[in-house]
Protein backbone atom coordinates (compact mmCIF):
# COMPACT_ATOMS: atom_id res chain seq x y z
CA UNK A 1 0.00 0.00 0.00
CA UNK A 2 0.95 3.65 -1.04
CA UNK A 3 1.50 5.81 2.03
CA UNK A 4 -0.64 9.29 1.58
CA UNK A 5 1.40 11.19 3.53
CA UNK A 6 4.54 10.07 1.30
CA UNK A 7 4.81 12.67 -1.78
CA UNK A 8 5.20 12.63 -4.66
CA UNK A 9 1.97 10.53 -5.62
CA UNK A 10 1.70 9.45 -9.20
CA UNK A 11 -1.72 9.30 -10.71
CA UNK A 12 -3.08 5.43 -10.50
CA UNK A 13 -1.02 4.36 -7.20
CA UNK A 14 -3.24 2.32 -5.20
CA UNK A 15 -3.60 4.00 -1.82
CA UNK A 16 -5.21 1.29 0.18
CA UNK A 17 -7.42 -1.48 -0.48
CA UNK A 18 -10.94 -3.17 1.12
CA UNK A 19 -11.74 -5.91 0.24
CA UNK A 20 -11.69 -6.17 -3.38
CA UNK A 21 -12.21 -2.64 -4.13
CA UNK A 22 -9.02 -0.90 -4.75
CA UNK A 23 -8.46 3.44 -4.34
CA UNK A 24 -5.96 4.83 -6.65
CA UNK A 25 -4.42 8.35 -6.50
CA UNK A 26 -5.87 10.70 -8.84
CA UNK A 27 -5.00 14.46 -7.40
CA UNK A 28 -3.62 16.03 -3.86
CA UNK A 29 -5.75 18.98 -2.74
CA UNK A 30 -4.07 19.92 -0.13
CA UNK A 31 -4.33 20.18 3.78
CA UNK A 32 -8.01 20.22 5.56
CA UNK A 33 -9.45 22.08 7.86
CA UNK A 34 -8.02 19.60 10.51
CA UNK A 35 -4.88 18.89 9.45
CA UNK A 36 -5.97 16.19 7.54
CA UNK A 37 -4.41 15.72 3.85
CA UNK A 38 -7.34 15.49 1.44
CA UNK A 39 -7.09 13.71 -1.50
CA UNK A 40 -8.84 12.69 -5.09
CA UNK A 41 -8.57 9.05 -5.84
CA UNK A 42 -10.24 6.83 -8.11
CA UNK A 43 -12.30 3.71 -7.24
CA UNK A 44 -11.39 0.19 -8.66
CA UNK A 45 -13.57 -2.56 -8.41
CA UNK A 46 -13.36 -6.10 -10.22
CA UNK A 47 -16.02 -4.41 -12.27
CA UNK A 48 -13.51 -1.76 -13.36
CA UNK A 49 -12.99 2.21 -12.53
CA UNK A 50 -15.32 3.84 -10.85
CA UNK A 51 -16.19 6.89 -9.37
CA UNK A 52 -13.97 9.57 -7.38
CA UNK A 53 -14.01 10.24 -4.41
CA UNK A 54 -12.86 12.36 -1.89
CA UNK A 55 -10.41 11.27 0.86
CA UNK A 56 -9.40 12.71 4.04
CA UNK A 57 -6.77 11.03 5.21
CA UNK A 58 -4.03 11.20 8.60
CA UNK A 59 -1.55 9.40 8.36
CA UNK A 60 -0.02 7.73 11.69
CA UNK A 61 3.75 8.81 12.50
CA UNK A 62 5.83 6.38 12.55
CA UNK A 63 7.78 4.78 15.23
CA UNK A 64 6.33 7.14 18.37
CA UNK A 65 3.80 7.72 20.09
CA UNK A 66 1.07 9.47 18.03
CA UNK A 67 1.09 13.09 19.54
CA UNK A 68 -2.42 14.45 20.80
CA UNK A 69 -2.76 16.52 17.40
CA UNK A 70 -3.30 12.97 15.60
CA UNK A 71 -5.37 12.06 18.16
CA UNK A 72 -7.71 14.94 18.62
CA UNK A 73 -8.11 14.83 14.53
CA UNK A 74 -8.95 11.67 14.12
CA UNK A 75 -11.68 11.56 16.56
CA UNK A 76 -12.92 14.31 15.05
CA UNK A 77 -12.75 12.47 11.71
CA UNK A 78 -14.40 9.59 13.33
CA UNK A 79 -17.17 11.62 14.97
CA UNK A 80 -18.10 13.39 11.34
CA UNK A 81 -18.62 9.88 10.32
CA UNK A 82 -20.35 8.79 12.95
CA UNK A 83 -22.69 12.33 12.64
CA UNK A 84 -23.27 11.21 8.91
CA UNK A 85 -25.27 8.78 9.52
CA UNK A 86 -27.92 11.47 10.52
CA UNK A 87 -27.01 13.25 7.84
CA UNK A 88 -28.73 11.02 4.80
CA UNK A 89 -30.04 14.16 2.32
CA UNK A 90 -29.79 14.04 -1.18
CA UNK A 91 -28.12 17.69 -0.91
CA UNK A 92 -25.38 17.21 1.48
CA UNK A 93 -22.18 15.14 0.46
CA UNK A 94 -22.52 11.35 1.45
CA UNK A 95 -19.85 10.14 3.86
CA UNK A 96 -19.31 6.51 2.73
CA UNK A 97 -17.11 5.12 5.03
CA UNK A 98 -13.79 5.11 7.48
CA UNK A 99 -10.79 3.17 6.49
CA UNK A 100 -8.38 1.75 9.15
CA UNK A 101 -5.02 1.04 7.82
CA UNK A 102 -1.71 0.13 9.45
CA UNK A 103 -0.38 3.79 8.80
CA UNK A 104 -3.24 6.17 9.41
CA UNK A 105 -6.72 6.07 8.45
CA UNK A 106 -9.17 7.95 5.53
CA UNK A 107 -12.75 8.90 5.71
CA UNK A 108 -13.94 8.40 2.42
CA UNK A 109 -16.76 10.96 0.73
CA UNK A 110 -18.82 11.58 -2.34
CA UNK A 111 -17.12 13.75 -4.69
CA UNK A 112 -19.48 16.61 -5.93
CA UNK A 113 -19.54 17.86 -9.44
CA UNK A 114 -20.02 21.36 -10.03
CA UNK A 115 -18.78 25.01 -9.32
CA UNK A 116 -19.07 26.35 -6.31
CA UNK A 117 -20.51 29.67 -5.55
CA UNK A 118 -17.25 30.92 -4.68
CA UNK A 119 -15.79 30.46 -8.53
CA UNK A 120 -19.47 31.47 -9.38
CA UNK A 121 -19.25 35.09 -7.46
CA UNK A 122 -15.53 35.23 -9.53
CA UNK A 123 -17.10 34.28 -12.46
CA UNK A 124 -19.83 37.02 -12.01
CA UNK A 125 -17.35 39.63 -11.47
CA UNK A 126 -15.10 38.54 -14.33
CA UNK A 127 -18.35 39.12 -16.65
CA UNK A 128 -19.03 42.41 -14.87
CA UNK A 129 -22.42 41.42 -13.82
CA UNK A 130 -23.73 39.54 -10.68
CA UNK A 131 -26.70 36.88 -11.05
CA UNK A 132 -30.43 37.51 -11.12
CA UNK A 133 -32.24 37.45 -7.77
CA UNK A 134 -34.12 34.42 -8.95
CA UNK A 135 -30.74 32.40 -8.45
CA UNK A 136 -29.78 34.05 -5.38
CA UNK A 137 -33.23 33.16 -3.99
CA UNK A 138 -32.93 29.45 -5.40
CA UNK A 139 -29.83 28.72 -4.39
CA UNK A 140 -30.93 30.32 -1.07
CA UNK A 141 -34.04 28.26 -0.09
CA UNK A 142 -32.27 25.10 -1.44
CA UNK A 143 -29.69 25.75 1.34
CA UNK A 144 -31.97 26.56 3.92
CA UNK A 145 -33.91 23.51 3.39
CA UNK A 146 -30.56 21.41 4.24
CA UNK A 147 -29.73 23.49 7.09
CA UNK A 148 -33.66 22.81 8.09
CA UNK A 149 -32.53 18.88 7.87
CA UNK A 150 -29.71 18.74 9.65
CA UNK A 151 -30.89 21.64 12.51
CA UNK A 152 -34.01 19.06 13.18
CA UNK A 153 -32.09 15.79 13.33
CA UNK A 154 -33.06 13.68 16.52
CA UNK A 155 -30.87 10.67 17.65
CA UNK A 156 -32.86 6.93 17.56
CA UNK A 157 -34.43 8.10 21.13
CA UNK A 158 -35.95 11.05 19.74
CA UNK A 159 -33.41 13.84 21.45
CA UNK A 160 -32.54 16.82 19.55
CA UNK A 161 -28.57 16.64 18.29
CA UNK A 162 -28.78 20.41 17.79
CA UNK A 163 -26.69 20.26 14.86
CA UNK A 164 -25.00 23.47 13.79
CA UNK A 165 -22.83 23.31 10.64
CA UNK A 166 -20.85 26.16 11.63
CA UNK A 167 -19.05 26.86 7.80
CA UNK A 168 -21.88 27.97 5.73
CA UNK A 169 -20.01 29.97 3.00
CA UNK A 170 -19.85 30.06 -0.57
CA UNK A 171 -16.78 27.75 -0.59
CA UNK A 172 -18.92 25.26 0.95
CA UNK A 173 -22.15 25.71 -1.60
CA UNK A 174 -22.21 24.15 -4.83
CA UNK A 175 -24.25 24.23 -8.37
CA UNK A 176 -24.02 20.83 -9.53
CA UNK A 177 -24.51 20.71 -13.10
CA UNK A 178 -28.29 19.63 -13.32
CA UNK A 179 -28.86 22.34 -11.40
CA UNK A 180 -28.59 20.87 -7.94
CA UNK A 181 -27.53 22.62 -4.96
CA UNK A 182 -25.89 20.85 -2.37
CA UNK A 183 -23.25 21.45 0.61
CA UNK A 184 -19.83 19.63 0.72
CA UNK A 185 -19.71 18.30 4.21
CA UNK A 186 -20.43 18.72 8.24
CA UNK A 187 -16.75 18.46 8.66
CA UNK A 188 -16.44 20.80 11.62
CA UNK A 189 -20.07 20.73 12.99
CA UNK A 190 -21.37 21.15 16.57
CA UNK A 191 -23.61 18.76 17.35
CA UNK A 192 -24.84 17.17 20.90
CA UNK A 193 -23.54 13.28 19.39
CA UNK A 194 -22.91 11.62 22.18
CA UNK A 195 -19.38 11.11 22.70
CA UNK A 196 -18.71 14.10 20.47
CA UNK A 197 -14.99 16.01 20.76
CA UNK A 198 -15.87 19.21 23.30
CA UNK A 199 -14.71 22.62 20.90
CA UNK A 200 -11.28 23.54 23.39
CA UNK A 201 -12.61 27.23 23.04
CA UNK A 202 -15.74 28.48 21.24
CA UNK A 203 -14.30 29.77 17.97
CA UNK A 204 -15.41 30.24 14.87
CA UNK A 205 -14.49 26.09 13.26
CA UNK A 206 -14.61 27.04 9.44
CA UNK A 207 -14.49 29.99 7.27
CA UNK A 208 -13.98 33.14 9.85
CA UNK A 209 -15.17 35.66 7.11
CA UNK A 210 -18.32 33.76 7.35
CA UNK A 211 -19.13 33.52 10.75
CA UNK A 212 -21.43 34.93 13.00
CA UNK A 213 -20.77 37.54 15.43
CA UNK A 214 -22.01 35.45 18.47
CA UNK A 215 -19.01 32.83 16.83
CA UNK A 216 -16.31 35.83 16.54
CA UNK A 217 -17.16 36.71 20.27
CA UNK A 218 -16.90 33.39 21.60
CA UNK A 219 -20.40 32.95 22.53
CA UNK A 220 -22.35 29.50 22.27
CA UNK A 221 -24.37 29.15 19.06
CA UNK A 222 -27.47 27.77 17.81
CA UNK A 223 -28.62 26.68 14.19
CA UNK A 224 -29.43 30.66 14.17
CA UNK A 225 -25.61 31.24 13.54
CA UNK A 226 -26.03 29.64 10.23
CA UNK A 227 -28.53 31.64 9.04
CA UNK A 228 -26.26 33.77 9.90
CA UNK A 229 -23.50 33.00 7.82
CA UNK A 230 -26.13 31.80 4.97
CA UNK A 231 -27.09 35.77 5.01
CA UNK A 232 -23.49 36.88 4.43
CA UNK A 233 -22.92 34.14 1.84
CA UNK A 234 -26.16 35.34 -0.09
CA UNK A 235 -25.44 39.20 0.50
CA UNK A 236 -21.92 38.70 -1.02
CA UNK A 237 -22.98 36.56 -4.19
CA UNK A 238 -26.11 38.79 -5.05
CA UNK A 239 -24.16 42.14 -4.67
CA UNK A 240 -19.93 41.84 -4.16
CA UNK A 241 -20.23 43.40 -0.68
CA UNK A 242 -19.52 41.96 2.29
CA UNK A 243 -20.68 43.07 5.68
CA UNK A 244 -17.64 42.59 7.30
CA UNK A 245 -15.56 44.84 4.74
CA UNK A 246 -16.81 48.36 5.16
CA UNK A 247 -15.28 49.85 2.31
CA UNK A 248 -17.14 53.20 3.34
CA UNK A 249 -15.75 53.36 6.69
CA UNK A 250 -11.85 53.84 7.76
CA UNK A 251 -10.58 52.01 10.85
CA UNK A 252 -11.19 54.57 12.99
CA UNK A 253 -14.77 55.05 12.32
CA UNK A 254 -15.69 51.57 13.13
CA UNK A 255 -13.92 51.81 16.53
CA UNK A 256 -15.48 54.98 17.16
CA UNK A 257 -19.00 53.51 16.72
CA UNK A 258 -17.65 50.51 19.94
CA UNK A 259 -19.19 51.98 23.40
CA UNK A 260 -16.80 50.44 26.19
CA UNK A 261 -19.10 47.35 26.69
CA UNK A 262 -18.40 46.24 23.08
CA UNK A 263 -14.80 47.38 23.07
CA UNK A 264 -14.51 45.02 26.47
CA UNK A 265 -16.35 42.50 24.66
CA UNK A 266 -14.04 42.33 21.50
CA UNK A 267 -10.86 42.88 23.39
CA UNK A 268 -11.82 39.86 25.64
CA UNK A 269 -12.72 38.32 22.37
CA UNK A 270 -9.50 38.61 20.71
CA UNK A 271 -7.11 38.17 23.94
CA UNK A 272 -8.92 34.80 23.72
CA UNK A 273 -7.97 33.71 20.68
CA UNK A 274 -4.41 34.46 20.87
CA UNK A 275 -2.39 30.99 19.96
CA UNK A 276 -5.32 29.61 18.05
CA UNK A 277 -5.04 29.04 13.81
CA UNK A 278 -6.87 32.23 13.17
CA UNK A 279 -6.12 34.44 10.58
CA UNK A 280 -4.34 37.66 11.43
CA UNK A 281 -7.08 39.59 10.18
CA UNK A 282 -9.80 38.05 12.68
CA UNK A 283 -9.61 41.08 15.17
CA UNK A 284 -10.21 43.06 12.41
CA UNK A 285 -13.66 41.01 11.78
CA UNK A 286 -14.78 40.70 15.76
CA UNK A 287 -14.73 44.66 15.73
CA UNK A 288 -16.83 44.94 12.26
CA UNK A 289 -19.12 41.89 13.75
CA UNK A 290 -19.53 44.18 16.79
CA UNK A 291 -19.60 47.74 14.94
CA UNK A 292 -21.90 47.28 12.16
CA UNK A 293 -25.73 48.52 12.45
CA UNK A 294 -28.49 48.19 9.83
CA UNK A 295 -28.22 51.38 7.93
CA UNK A 296 -24.52 48.98 6.57
CA UNK A 297 -26.99 46.17 5.87
CA UNK A 298 -29.20 48.38 3.64
CA UNK A 299 -25.95 50.06 2.24
CA UNK A 300 -24.65 46.57 1.38
CA UNK A 301 -28.17 45.42 -0.22
CA UNK A 302 -28.38 48.10 -2.05
CA UNK A 303 -29.83 47.85 -5.03
CA UNK A 304 -31.72 44.24 -4.25
CA UNK A 305 -35.10 44.20 -4.38
CA UNK A 306 -36.94 45.52 -1.35
CA UNK A 307 -38.22 41.48 -0.71
CA UNK A 308 -34.72 40.39 -0.72
CA UNK A 309 -33.58 43.13 1.23
CA UNK A 310 -35.97 42.89 4.04
CA UNK A 311 -34.77 38.90 3.96
CA UNK A 312 -31.42 39.73 4.15
CA UNK A 313 -31.71 42.03 7.38
CA UNK A 314 -33.74 39.97 9.51
CA UNK A 315 -30.71 37.15 8.54
CA UNK A 316 -28.06 39.67 9.53
CA UNK A 317 -29.33 40.80 13.07
CA UNK A 318 -26.41 40.65 15.01
CA UNK A 319 -29.04 39.80 17.86
CA UNK A 320 -29.83 35.50 17.51
CA UNK A 321 -33.10 35.57 19.13
CA UNK A 322 -33.94 39.18 16.23
CA UNK A 323 -32.93 36.60 13.38
CA UNK A 324 -35.40 33.93 11.45
CA UNK A 325 -36.08 31.32 14.25
CA UNK A 326 -35.77 28.41 11.81
CA UNK A 327 -34.24 27.84 8.38
CA UNK A 328 -37.87 26.14 7.42
CA UNK A 329 -38.98 29.67 7.79
CA UNK A 330 -36.50 31.05 6.31
CA UNK A 331 -36.96 28.60 3.37
CA UNK A 332 -40.54 29.02 2.89
CA UNK A 333 -40.25 33.00 2.16
CA UNK A 334 -37.33 32.42 -0.13
CA UNK A 335 -39.47 30.08 -2.30
CA UNK A 336 -42.76 32.86 -1.88
CA UNK A 337 -40.36 35.23 -3.11
CA UNK A 338 -39.04 33.28 -6.19
CA UNK A 339 -42.67 32.05 -7.28
CA UNK A 340 -43.56 36.01 -7.52
CA UNK A 341 -40.79 36.53 -10.05
CA UNK A 342 -42.22 33.33 -11.64
CA UNK A 343 -40.73 29.88 -12.56
CA UNK A 344 -37.69 29.11 -11.93
CA UNK A 345 -35.77 25.82 -11.49
CA UNK A 346 -32.60 23.83 -11.94
CA UNK A 347 -32.13 23.68 -14.99
CA UNK A 348 -32.75 27.54 -15.05
CA UNK A 349 -29.88 27.69 -12.82
CA UNK A 350 -27.59 26.02 -15.14
CA UNK A 351 -28.33 28.09 -17.95
CA UNK A 352 -27.60 31.10 -16.37
CA UNK A 353 -24.52 29.62 -14.77
CA UNK A 354 -23.48 28.49 -19.25
CA UNK A 355 -24.34 32.14 -20.09
CA UNK A 356 -22.01 33.86 -17.68
CA UNK A 357 -19.37 31.60 -18.70
CA UNK A 358 -19.66 32.17 -21.98
CA UNK A 359 -19.74 36.30 -21.33
CA UNK A 360 -16.84 36.22 -19.00
CA UNK A 361 -14.85 34.80 -21.90
CA UNK A 362 -10.83 35.02 -22.21
CA UNK A 363 -11.06 36.42 -18.60
CA UNK A 364 -12.06 32.67 -17.34
CA UNK A 365 -8.25 31.93 -17.93
CA UNK A 366 -7.65 34.34 -15.06
CA UNK A 367 -9.53 32.23 -12.51
CA UNK A 368 -8.37 29.79 -10.06
CA UNK A 369 -10.93 27.35 -9.74
CA UNK A 370 -10.49 24.74 -7.28
CA UNK A 371 -9.29 21.09 -8.86
CA UNK A 372 -12.17 19.21 -7.45
CA UNK A 373 -14.60 21.29 -9.53
CA UNK A 374 -16.39 21.22 -12.45
CA UNK A 375 -19.32 19.49 -14.84
CA UNK A 376 -20.46 22.94 -16.20
CA UNK A 377 -19.45 23.62 -19.57
CA UNK A 378 -20.55 26.86 -21.37
CA UNK A 379 -22.70 26.64 -24.53
CA UNK A 380 -23.34 28.87 -27.27
CA UNK A 381 -24.25 32.55 -25.73
CA UNK A 382 -27.52 33.75 -24.67
CA UNK A 383 -29.54 36.65 -23.69
CA UNK A 384 -29.13 37.57 -20.16
CA UNK A 385 -32.10 37.67 -17.49
CA UNK A 386 -33.41 41.11 -16.51
CA UNK A 387 -33.26 40.89 -13.05
CA UNK A 388 -29.21 40.51 -12.84
CA UNK A 389 -27.43 42.89 -10.96
CA UNK A 390 -24.10 44.68 -12.47
CA UNK A 391 -21.08 44.15 -10.63
CA UNK A 392 -19.63 47.22 -9.67
CA UNK A 393 -16.29 47.24 -11.57
CA UNK A 394 -18.23 46.85 -15.02
Known amino acids: MAHPSDPPLSSGVVLFTQGDTSYEFFRDLGVGRLGERVLLAFVRTPQ ?61 MEKLEGLSLNTLLSVAQARGRYFSESFVLYVGAEVAAVLDHAHTRTDEAGTPLGIVNRDVNPGRIRLGPRGEVRM ?38 DARADLFSLGLTLLEFATGRHLYDPGHLLAEGVEAR ?20 LPPFAEDLIRCAMSYRSVDVERAAEGLSVPLR ?85
Not at 193 to 208: I, Y
Open 48 to 108: GLGDCVVLKCIPLPQGEEPPEGFQRTRIRLEEEVRLARYLQHPRIARVHCLVEMPHGLCVV
Open 184 to 221: TDFGVALSRLTGRVATSFPRPQGEVLYAAPEALLGDEV
Open 258 to 277: LSRVEREKVLAASVASLGLT
Open 310 to 394: DILHTLLKPEPSERFATASELEGLLRARLAQLGPYMGEDAVREVQRALVEAGDRLWDLEISDDEGGITPPVAETRSPDETPTEDA
